[in-house]
C-alpha cells in the first residue's frame, strides 16, 4: 500500500511523522512518501520534497512566492501520476494542500484532510469547498467536525493529537541538567516560529523584550528552540545583535516548556503545546499591513490565539501588530512570572485547555481512518 503525505512547515512535519509512525505500527509494509521535513524523514517517509524554507503566509506573502508554489504543485501532481497512491493525505498548510487535492481527484486518487483549513474561524465557504474534494476529513476539534459535517463532508472526529505527543521525556532534574538550566532562576522560551518571515519580524522584538525583562528580572534564563526549517545561523545572527543572553536548543523542547516559567510564541500549534505542558504564554503576532487589513474582515472570531479559542474566552494575552512591541511584550512577561495571582490564574485557565482538548489516542485514530480510506481505493482498483 502507498501512501503519499504533504506538510508545508515545521508543525505539519511533526504531524506527518506521529502518522507516519502510527502507520507503520498498524501496517509495517506500507510505503510511505510525499513532502515533508526532517521529523518525517526520521519516522521512515521517504521525504522527496523538503520544506525547509517553504513555509509563506498571508495573502502579500504568497504572492511574491506563486512562481516557486505553482512549481512545486506541478511537481508534486507529476510524482501522483509516477507512483499512484491509494491515497493522499494533506495536513495543514491549506491553501496549498488544497489545490494539490483537487489534482489528487482529477486523478482518481482519494484525499484525507488532516489539521484541515480553519473554516470555523474564517472563510467559512471552505468548508463546502473541502466537503466536494476530499473524501474524508480527520476532525479534531469538536467545533471543526460539526461545520465539516454541515458542509456536507464525510467526518470523523479523532481529537487533538497534541495530547498524544506533547508530553516530558525527561524528568525535572534531567532537564535542568540537560539544558544547563538553574532551577532557582526563571526559565523564559522564546518561539518565533518555524517561517523566516516570522523570525525577522518577531525575534528582534522578543530580543528587544528581553532587554526589558532583564532590567525587571535580572536573573532571568533565556531558551530558544531551533525549528528545522530554520538556518541556525540565521538565528544567533540576530540573537548577537542584541544584549541578550540566549541558549539555543534543539532536542526535549516539550522538557523544556515544562521548564518555562513563561513563553512568549508567535501565534499559532505551538501554543496549544505550552497549554499542554502548563506553560504561561504570551502570544504576539504581526504580518503585512494588508494582510491583517484584509483579514479583519474575513475572521469571525474574537481571538486568534489557539487556547483562547479551545477556552472560548480570553485566558492568555494576544498582542498584535502595532502591540508587538517590546514594552508590551515585557510587561506581559513579567507578570506572568512575578505577579503571583496572575500566574496562578493563568496555570488554572491553561489545565482547563489541556481537559478540553481530550484523550490520547488521537494519531492512530488518524491512521485507522487513512487506511480505510486508502483500503477502500484498493477495492475499487480490483474490481
Not at 505551538?270 to 504570551?282: I, K, N, Q, R, Y
Request: with cysteine; aromatic share 6%.
Amino acid at each position: 500500500m502507498k501512501i503519499m503525505l504533504s506538510v508545508g512547515e515545521a508543525s505539519g512535519d511533526l504531524h506527518g511523522a506521529s502518522v507516519a509512525n502510527a502507520l507503520k505500527l498498524l501496517q509495517p509494509d506500507i510505503e510511505l512518501f510525499g513532502m515533508g521535513g526532517k521529523a518525517m524523514q526520521a519516522a521512515g517517509v521517504n521525504v522527496i520534497y523538503d520544506i525547509a524554507g517553504l513555509g509563506v503566509i498571508g495573502f502579500v506573502e504568497v504572492i511574491k512566492n506563486l512562481g516557486k508554489l505553482f512549481e512545486l504543485r506541478d511537481n508534486l501532481a507529476a510524482l501522483m501520476d509516477k507512483e499512484r497512491p491509494d491515497v493522499l493525505v494533506i495536513i495543514d498548510y491549506p491553501d496549498f494542500n488544497m489545490r494539490l487535492a483537487k489534482i489528487a481527484k482529477a486523478k482518481g486518487i482519494p484525499v484525507v484532510s488532516y489539521i484541515s483549513p480553519s473554516a470555523w474561524a474564517w472563510r467559512r465557504g471552505r468548508a463546502k469547498e473541502v466537503a466536494k474534494t476530499v473524501n474524508k476529513v480527520a476532525a479534531i476539534f469538536p467545533f471543526e467536525a460539526d461545520v465539516y459535517r454541515e458542509a456536507g463532508a464525510d467526518v470523523t472526529f479523532v481529537g487533538h493529537p497534541l495530547a498524544d505527543i506533547v508530553k516530558p521525556a525527561l524528568s525535572k532534574e534531567e532537564a535542568y541538567r540537560y539544558f544547563g538550566a538553574r532551577p532557582d532562576r526563571p526559565v523564559v522560551l522564546l518561539m518565533p516560529g518555524s517561517r523566516e518571515q516570522e523570525i525577522s519580524k518577531l525575534l528582534p522584538v522578543m530580543l528587544e523584550a528581553g532587554e526589558l525583562i532583564v532590567e525587571k528580572l535580572p536573573d532571568c534564563q533565556f531558551f530558544l528552540p531551533v525549528a528545522s526549517t530554520i538556518s541556525r545561523e540565521m538565528l544567533q545572527n540576530i540573537i548577537d545583535s542584541h544584549n541578550v543572553n540566549v541558549t539555543l536548543t534543539t532536542e526535549y523542547t516539550y522538557d523544556l516548556m515544562g521548564l518555562s516559567d513563561a513563553v512568549i510564541a508567535a501565534s499559532g500549534t505551538a501554543t496549544l503545546e505550552t497549554s499542554l505542558m502548563g506553560a504561561p504564554t504570551v502570544i504576539i503576532y504581526k504580518i503585512a499591513a494588508l494582510t491583517y487589513f484584509l483579514g479583519k474582515f474575513l475572521i469571525k472570531i474574537p481571538n486568534i490565539g489557539l487556547p483562547n479559542i479551545v477556552a472560548g474566552r480570553r485566558i492568555v494575552p494576544e498582542l498584535l501588530q502595532d502591540a508587538v512591541n517590546p514594552g508590551s511584550i515585557a510587561a506581559e512577561t513579567v507578570k506572568l512570572i512575578a505577579d503571583t495571582a496572575v500566574r496562578e490564574q493563568a496555570l488554572a485557565d491553561l489545565a482547563e485547555v489541556k481537559a478540553k482538548l481530550g484523550q490520547t489516542g488521537a494519531v492512530k485514530r488518524v491512521a485507522e481512518v487513512i487506511l480505510e480510506v486508502a483500503s477502500l481505493s484498493n477495492r475499487e482498483v480490483t474490481k
